[in-house]
T-cell receptor, first 113, second 112 residues
Framework: KAGVTQTPRYLIKTRGQQVTLSCSPI?????VSWYQQTPGQGLQFLFEYFSETQRNKGNFPGRFSGRQFSNSRSEMNVSTLELGDSALYLC????????????FGPGTRLTVL | DQQVKQNSPSLSVQEGRISILNCDYT??????FLWYKKYPAEGPTFLISISSIKDKNEDGRFTVFLNKSAKHLSLHIVPSQPGDSAVYFCAASTGSNYQLIWGAGTKLIIKP
């Protein structure tokens, strides 16, 4: 079974631009979560989607948004990029919303110049 | 407000010895705890979990201990191997809210 895939793997943008990241969960997984990882900060929860609905949201500004499609694939969008948005963005999938074990993709490394 | 804390940013252990990684939490409502391992350029991978009804869970070389009264959990790796060198994250959740709360991670270095 294929794992969680994320595209692109690396991205360089400039301040003020917007970016869209994509995540394809493991086949059959309906829950997709997004995290931001910065050095020394661990994983900061962005949001979680289940069956195309956002079920949980972390403490991030409205510039960060996401969606999930009927095939469970998910996208994350960041508008008006700031230097502080440079991070590794991780997507994780799991079978169901109450499933504690998540399976992570390799992440998208976003650099904002 | 960090609800899950890993106070050691890094830990160096001799190959073959025991590695002990610690994690403290503040929210007494947490009832499910997980450890993940992360290699550079890869996403975290699930290692082991424990629910609050237990105080110990073992899986091969990995054992997680939970002390609810102290709000403390630890991951023991015995014996430590070079492939164990990675960043280890602990995470916690409550039964009513699936959202995982993560610690900042501890970088484990196994010395040959």
């Amino acid at each position: 079974k294929a794992g969680v895939t994320q595209t692109p793997r690396y991205l360089i943008k400039t301040r003020g631009q917007q970016v869209t990241l994509s995540c394809s969960p493991i086949s059959g997984h309906r829950s997709v979560s997004w995290y931001q990882q910065t050095p020394g900060q661990g994983l900061q929860f962005l949001f979680e989607y289940f069956s195309e609905t956002q079920r949980n949201k972390g403490n991030f500004p409205g510039r960060f948004s996401g969606r999930q499609f009927s095939n469970s694939r998910s996208e994350m969008n960041v508008s008006t990029l700031e230097l502080g948005d440079s991070a590794l963005y991780l997507c994780a999938s799991s079978l169901a919303i109450l499933e504690g074990t998540q399976y992570f993709g390799p992440g998208t490394r976003l650099t904002v110049l | 407000d960090q609800q899950v804390k890993q106070n050691s940013p890094s830990l160096s252990v001799q190959e073959g010895r025991i590695s002990i990684l610690n994690c403290d939490y503040t929210n007494s409502m947490f009832d499910y705890f997980l450890w993940y391992k992360k290699y550079p350029a890869e996403g975290p991978t699930f290692l082991i979990s424990i629910s609050s009804i237990k105080d110990k869970n073992e899986d091969g070389r990995f054992t997680v201990f939970l002390n609810k009264s102290a709000k403390h959990l630890s991951l023991h790796i015995v014996p430590s191997q070079p492939g164990d060198s990675a960043v280890y994250f602990c995470a916690a959740s409550t039964g009513s809210n699936y959202q995982l709360i993560w610690g900042a991670g501890t970088k484990l270095i196994i010395k040959p």
